[in-house]
């Protein structure tokens, strides 16, 4: 992953997010809406993810 492709703060849009966990974007919206996943921030009217949350999900075997 190349971190370069985030904000300056660390945040994602949910596109790369998605990409990072292999997962697809439709499922990372649906387990937002649940209240399921990584943390993740709207910010003007787009919801992102920081690289760190979406590690520390991936290490926590949140995906198996």
Do not use: C, H
Not at 32 to 56: E, H, I, N
């Amino acid at each position: 992953m190349n971190i370069s492709e985030s904000t300056p703060d660390g945040r994602v849009p949910r596109s790369r997010a998605a990409a990072i966990l292999g997962l697809s974007a439709k499922t990372l919206a649906n387990w937002q809406t649940r209240g399921l996943g990584p943390r993740s921030v709207r910010v003007g009217g787009r919801r992102f993810y920081y690289v760190a949350d979406l590690l520390a999900f991936i290490e926590a075997g949140a995906l198996v």
